[in-house]
């Protein structure tokens, strides 16, 4: 079971870019699905984009064309580039691990309440 941990997040205007990290320790993290989730109080914990071990690469909607979803194995680091971001985009972000390597069939991101492997998060804000 992987240990994770966010960091990256930050505030910037609307247009903007920031590049998020997950580092993840404690197994071997190039077998597990990675997922990045995203929530604004009083909301669902919504899947951004997920990255399973054979590559497989799923986004919302909402993110398509904006953020791109990758990892380096030897660093034990997930990314998460966000360009052109919205004031929408704005949330704490969250890394998740599964074990499997399997994220989902789905053309949308995986639902939260499958894992239950969380980092600490990261805040987003981004002003008009």
């Known amino acids: 079971r992987v240990q994770l941990v966010e960091s990256g997040g930050g505030s910037v205007q609307s247009g903007g870019s920031l590049t998020l990290s997950c580092t993840a320790s404690?197994?071997?993290?190039?077998?597990?699905?990675m997922v990045w989730f995203r929530q604004i109080p009083g909301k669902e914990r919504e899947g951004v984009a997920s990255?399973?071990?054979?590559?497989?690469?799923i986004y919302a909607n909402s993110v398509k064309g904006r953020f791109t979803i990758s990892r380096d194995n030897a660093k034990n680091t997930l990314y998460l580039q966000m360009n052109n971001l919205k004031p929408e985009d704005s949330a704490m972000y969250y890394c998740?691990?599964?074990?499997?390597?399997?994220?989902?069939?789905?053309?949308?991101?995986?639902?939260?309440?499958?894992?239950?492997?969380w980092g600490q998060g990261t805040q987003v804000s981004v002003s008009p």
């Open positions: 998740a691990a599964d074990a499997t390597g399997f994220c989902t069939s789905s053309p949308t991101p995986p639902p939260a309440e499958w894992y239950d492997n």
């Open positions: 404690g197994d071997t993290y190039s077998t597990y699905c």
């Open positions: 990255l399973d071990s054979d590559g497989n690469i």
